[in-house]
């Protein structure tokens, strides 16, 4: 119960975001990372891809051996990722 306290507002946060697609035409780039254990699987790998369609310029990548906790599971792999990014292009 007590991990689900910020749910409430999360949601309310996501429910209230503009599309992604409408988000995206305001950025100069669109990185999209999805962890490879989720890729093409619901239900986070579902969501990507529906994201994914409705973002077509954006730049995929995989975290390779992840799934939806990478950030606890492997945070140097994707502290790396996220760094090349900002320095990458």
């Known amino acids: 119960m007590r991990a689900s306290r910020p749910a409430h507002a999360e949601l309310a946060a996501l429910n209230s975001a503009p599309p992604p697609d409408q988000t995206a035409r305001r950025a100069d780039r669109v990185d999209l990372i999805i962890g490879q254990c989720n890729h093409g699987t619901a239900p986070y790998g579902k969501s990507f891809d529906d994201v994914r369609q409705r ?19 492997a945070p140097t792999e994707l502290g790396h990722l996220l760094n090349g990014l900002t320095t990458g292009r």
Do not use: Y
């Open 55 to 73: 973002v077509t310029r954006a730049e995929v990548h995989v975290l390779p051996g992840q799934g939806h906790r990478a950030h606890i599971q």
